[in-house]
Every structure is written in structure tokens, then in C-alpha cells.
């Protein structure tokens, strides 16, 4: 796989966004589509891309922002993991995953060995997996994700992102994604910018 087009940045990445239901986003049927959908984003990005592979930025104990916090009901300190997903050859997704170090420990997850695996495989893979309501932002220029996909891309354009919490084994994860420009999800011709 060829990465050295996409220079890696500096752990961690990701700022706070603005989280809502997916009603209050306008929405075209694709960017719904690829948003909204309930399955595996790893099994989905392996049949429509080609190569997929996974590049670990991070994963170490730090502290959520504020809203992340209180998602997490109230914990100081957690496990970070930020990742991007590469179909054909291309960074097409940044996800960011929140757990506790409790969830890393256990060895049910295998969370710790993870390094360049998918977090989707591994949970979808779990028969007592419990899926949350995904929510929705919209990633404005000045975000740090958008500066990449801008910096990688030339492109400079809103991007979109989904969330939602995982509980499996006793333990939640709070697992976000933004899709980067190389991605389906723009590939829509009345897709706004």
C-alpha cells in the first residue's frame, strides 16, 4: 500500500463538533446513505473500495473534550484511538474511537493489539453488540480533520461525520467517523460545498 502521498499527523488530530439527530442535517440520499447506515463501515468500505487497510495515528490514555466527557458519563481519562481507513490506495475515512481503560484491558476485545485493525471488524464480530443512535456533524474548514482532507485533496469543502456509542461486553466505546473526499459519500452531483 502506498501512503507516503498522505503524511501521517500529529496524534491526536480530531476537536470537538457539533453532534444532532440526522434530521436537523440536510442530507442528500447519498451522503444519508453512507451516514446513516447501520452495519459495519469496514465490511461496507471492503465491497465497494478495493485494498482496504487501516493506519493507527494513536491509541493512548487522555482526556475527552467536554462533550465527549459527558457522553462518557463523566470520565476523566480515557483511551483514544484514531485511525484512518484506506480504500484503494487513499485515506477515505477518519475515525476516532473513545473507551475506557478498563475496555483496552479486558481480553474479550483485544482492544489493546489492535494496532493497524479494523475497530469495526472486531466489534461487528460480537454477538452481544449493542448499537446506539447514530448522530451526525458537519465538519467545518477549520477543523483540523478538514485541513487534512484539504492539505491531502486540494479540496476545500465541508466534510461530514457520524457517531454513535457500542456496548459490548460490559463496556462502551464512542466511535466517530468523518468521511474524507475520496469517499462515496461526495460522490453525489447535487452534493452541497
Same mark, same amino acid.
Given at each position: 500500500?502506498?501512503?507516503?502521498?498522505?503524511?501521517?499527523? $500529529? #496524534?491526536? @488530530?480530531?476537536?470537538?463538533?457539533? &453532534?444532532?439527530?440526522?434530521?436537523?442535517?440536510?442530507?442528500?440520499?447519498?451522503?444519508?446513505? &453512507?451516514?446513516?447506515?447501520?452495519?459495519?463501515?469496514?465490511?461496507?468500505?471492503?465491497? @465497494?473500495? *478495493?485494498?482496504?487497510?487501516?493506519? =493507527?495515528?494513536?491509541?493512548?490514555?487522555?482526556?475527552?473534550?467536554?462533550?465527549?466527557?459527558?457522553?462518557?458519563?463523566?470520565?476523566?481519562?480515557? $483511551?483514544?484511538?484514531? $485511525?484512518?481507513?484506506?480504500?484503494?490506495?487513499?485515506?477515505? @475515512?477518519?475515525?476516532?474511537?473513545? #473507551?475506557?481503560?478498563?475496555?483496552?484491558?479486558?481480553?474479550?476485545?483485544? /482492544?489493546?493489539? /489492535?494496532?493497524?485493525?479494523?475497530?469495526?471488524?472486531?466489534?461487528?464480530?460480537?454477538?452481544? =453488540?449493542?448499537?446506539?443512535? %447514530?448522530? @451526525?456533524?458537519?465538519?467545518?474548514?477549520?477543523?483540523? $480533520?478538514?485541513?487534512?482532507?484539504? *492539505? &491531502?485533496?486540494? %479540496?476545500?469543502?465541508?466534510?461530514?461525520?457520524?457517531?454513535?456509542? #457500542?456496548?459490548?461486553?460490559?463496556?462502551?466505546? /464512542?466511535?466517530?467517523?468523518?468521511? /474524507?473526499?475520496?469517499?462515496?459519500?461526495?460522490?453525489?452531483?447535487?452534493?452541497?460545498?
Amino acid at each position: 500500500m502506498t501512503t507516503e502521498f498522505y503524511a501521517t499527523p $500529529v #496524534f491526536p @488530530v480530531s476537536k470537538a463538533l457539533q &453532534w444532532m439527530p440526522p434530521e436537523q442535517l440536510e442530507l442528500t440520499s447519498t451522503q444519508a446513505d &453512507w451516514l446513516l447506515y447501520e452495519g459495519s463501515l469496514t465490511e461496507r468500505l471492503k465491497q @465497494v473500495g *478495493q485494498q482496504f487497510s487501516v493506519k =493507527l495515528l494513536g491509541q493512548q490514555l487522555l482526556a475527552p473534550n467536554t462533550e465527549e466527557k459527558q457522553r462518557l458519563k463523566g470520565k476523566d481519562q480515557v $483511551v483514544i484511538r484514531e $485511525v484512518l481507513l484506506y480504500c484503494n490506495e487513499k485515506p477515505w @475515512v477518519f475515525a476516532r474511537s473513545l #473507551f475506557s481503560p478498563s475496555a483496552e484491558n479486558a481480553n474479550t476485545l483485544n /482492544l489493546q493489539q /489492535l494496532g493497524n485493525q479494523s475497530l469495526g471488524e472486531s466489534l461487528f464480530a460480537r454477538s452481544d =453488540l449493542y448499537c446506539g443512535d %447514530i448522530e @451526525v456533524a458537519e465538519v467545518a474548514l477549520e477543523h483540523p $480533520v478538514a485541513q487534512l482532507n484539504q *492539505q &491531502w485533496f486540494g %479540496i476545500n469543502q465541508r466534510l461530514f461525520g457520524r457517531r454513535r456509542i #457500542f456496548s459490548t461486553g460490559g463496556e462502551q466505546l /464512542l466511535v466517530s467517523e468523518v468521511f /474524507l473526499q475520496p469517499s462515496p459519500l461526495y460522490s453525489s452531483p447535487n452534493n452541497r460545498s
